[in-house]
């Protein structure tokens, strides 16, 4: 009899406090739709409380890089073997939260939701080269080869921000986007990822704030995300 | 004294008289066609430029001929419909990013208005999980603010019967 899969939420929050705060709000909204859902969270143990380990069934604070891309270096320690990552200034709105299993289908790897270049600071990087993967959600499959691209997404985003990093043709200002990398991951590297994109209306899952509420299709926004505001960061 | 020499060469030399290189128009289009205005871009000999408006009501204006003479009037009807649809292309860019802006800011309002419903301590701490998901699906501020009532007011009234 196979194994069943274990399924679970990875949140992360380093370096700015703020991140800290707003991913508890994100993980207490999930719970409220979704009470069994599985989540770990990737901190720093000096912000760590004791009411924490209720809201969270892991908490992970060993070797977390104090880096605002610690992420990247979280995601291949995922204890699921399907992970849904969340960034930190999400909130969930609906219980189809509960069912974001099913938009991985069987034969991927990863899955995302769409960029929308109206909505973004920058998604076009050079004639026919666009960065069409939004990185603040995604279900991923654990296997040898997303384990491989996302260790490789921390290394290449380090190696991005070295000086003699060559951007070729590439705009300066995607330097700072792990979006970027990933692109660049998705494009030219790790071929054996099998990649794509979660079916429409795919919003509903990632609904930036400034998205059109047409991109609903209909539907009800699962999971909202906003930008936390420089001011609420510490 | 002084010796005053004076030139034995008689030789005329011809003078030649100075042209004035010509000016060059540049995009002319119809600011009023029924009434022969132009507006037009004036390249000026030393690379200037300078934007102009020509009226020749009476077809006596020496600078209508002069554009006319560069361009056909096909020519400035396409280059009018061209700056028109530029124009009306402009302004339906302003207008979405306006929309966008406005639909942002309303968005920001309500997850802003969601968050502090729940940092208060009776909502967040409460067992009643239907009405908080109502809270956290609200479509309006409106919304939140009543759902939040409500659920206060349960907890009051829960508070007052475990009294």
Same mark, same amino acid.
């Given at each position: 009899?196979?194994?069943?899969?274990?399924?679970?939420?990875?949140?992360?929050?380093?370096? /700015?406090?703020?991140?800290?705060?707003?991913?508890?709000?994100?993980?207490?909204?999930?719970?409220?739709?979704?009470?069994?859902?599985?989540?770990?969270?990737?901190?720093?143990?000096?912000?760590?409380?004791?009411?924490?380990?209720?809201?969270?069934?892991?908490?992970?604070?060993?070797?977390?890089?104090?880096?605002?891309?610690?992420?990247?270096?979280?995601?291949?320690?995922?204890?699921?073997?399907? @992970?849904?990552?969340?960034?930190?200034?999400?909130?969930?709105?609906?219980?189809?939260?509960?069912?974001?299993?099913?938009?991985?289908?069987?034969?991927?790897?990863?899955?995302?939701?769409?960029?929308?270049?109206?909505?973004?600071?920058?998604?076009?990087?050079?004639?026919?080269?666009?960065?069409?993967?939004?990185?603040?959600?995604?279900?991923?499959?654990?296997?040898?080869?997303?384990?491989?691209?996302?260790?490789?997404?921390? @290394?290449?985003?380090?190696?991005?921000?070295?000086?003699?990093?060559?951007?070729?043709?590439?705009?300066?200002?995607? /330097?700072?986007?792990?979006?970027?990398?990933?692109? /660049?991951?998705?494009?030219?590297?790790?071929?054996?990822?099998?990649?794509?994109?979660?079916?429409?209306?795919?919003? /509903?899952?990632?609904?930036?704030?400034?998205?059109?509420?047409?991109?609903?299709?209909? @539907?009800?926004?699962?999971?909202?995300?906003?930008?936390?505001?420089?001011?609420?960061?510490? | 004294?002084?010796?005053?020499?004076?030139?034995?060469?008689?030789?005329?030399?011809?003078?030649?008289?100075e042209i004035t290189p010509k000016k060059k128009y540049l995009n002319p289009y119809?600011?009023?066609?029924?009434?022969?205005?132009?507006?037009?871009?004036?390249?000026?000999?030393?690379?200037?430029?300078?934007?102009?408006?020509?009226?020749?009501?009476?077809?006596?204006?020496?600078?209508?001929?002069?554009?006319?003479?560069?361009?056909?009037?096909?020519?400035?009807?396409?280059?009018?419909?061209?700056?028109?649809?530029?124009?009306?292309?402009?302004?339906?860019?302003?207008?979405?990013?306006?929309?966008?802006?406005?639909?942002?800011?309303?968005?920001?309002?309500?997850?802003?208005?969601?968050?502090?419903?729940?940092?208060?301590?009776?909502?967040?701490?409460?067992?009643?999980?239907?009405?908080?998901?109502?809270?956290?699906?609200?479509?309006?501020?409106?919304?939140?603010?009543?759902?939040?009532?409500?659920?206060?007011?349960?907890?009051?009234?829960?508070?007052?019967?475990?009294?």
């Open positions: 009899m196979a194994k069943k899969q274990t399924k679970g939420f990875v949140i992360v929050a380093s370096v /700015r406090k703020g991140f800290y705060r707003y991913a508890k709000v994100l993980a207490e909204s999930v719970r409220d739709f979704y009470p069994e859902a599985n989540i770990t969270f990737f901190t720093h143990e000096e912000w760590v409380e004791p009411e924490d380990y209720t809201l969270f069934d892991n908490i992970v604070t060993e070797g977390i890089p104090r880096h605002i891309r610690a992420k990247l270096w979280a995601l291949n320690k995922t204890p699921y073997d399907i @992970t849904c990552y969340l960034d930190a200034d999400m909130m969930c709105e609906h219980e189809d939260i509960q069912n974001v299993w099913d938009e991985l289908p069987d034969d991927m790897d990863i899955v995302f939701t769409k960029n929308r270049p109206y909505n973004a600071k920058l998604t076009k990087l050079a004639e026919g080269e666009e960065m069409t993967c939004h990185c603040g959600f995604f279900i991923y499959r654990k296997n040898e080869a997303t384990m491989n691209l996302m260790g490789a997404w921390y @290394t290449e985003y380090l190696k991005q921000w070295e000086p003699d990093y060559d951007m070729q043709h590439y705009p300066e200002d995607a /330097r700072k986007w792990d979006t970027f990398t990933m692109w /660049r991951l998705l494009t030219y590297g790790e071929k054996g990822v099998k990649w794509g994109y979660i079916k429409e209306p795919d919003a /509903r899952w990632n609904f930036v704030n400034g998205y059109h509420f047409e991109e609903l299709q209909e @539907t009800d926004i699962v999971l909202y995300h906003h930008t936390i505001p420089q001011d609420k960061l510490d | 004294m002084t010796d005053l020499s004076v030139s034995s060469d008689t030789s005329v030399t011809q003078v030649f008289e119809w600011s009023n066609k029924d009434n022969r205005h132009l507006i037009v871009t004036i390249e000026l000999a030393n690379g200037q430029h300078s934007m102009a408006s020509i009226q020749d009501p009476e077809g006596t204006n020496p600078d209508m001929k002069a554009v006319l003479e560069q361009y056909t009037e096909e020519e400035i009807d396409a280059n009018t419909q061209e700056g028109l649809d530029r124009r009306n292309e402009n302004i339906k860019r302003q207008m979405e990013r306006r929309e966008s802006q406005l639909t942002r800011a309303k968005q920001e309002a309500l997850f802003n208005c969601k968050l502090e419903a729940f940092e208060v301590d009776a909502i967040k701490n409460s067992k009643n999980t239907e009405l908080k998901r109502m809270i956290r699906k609200s479509k309006s501020i409106m919304e939140v603010q009543a759902y939040a009532t409500i659920l206060l007011m349960k907890e009051l009234e829960n508070g007052k019967e475990a009294d």
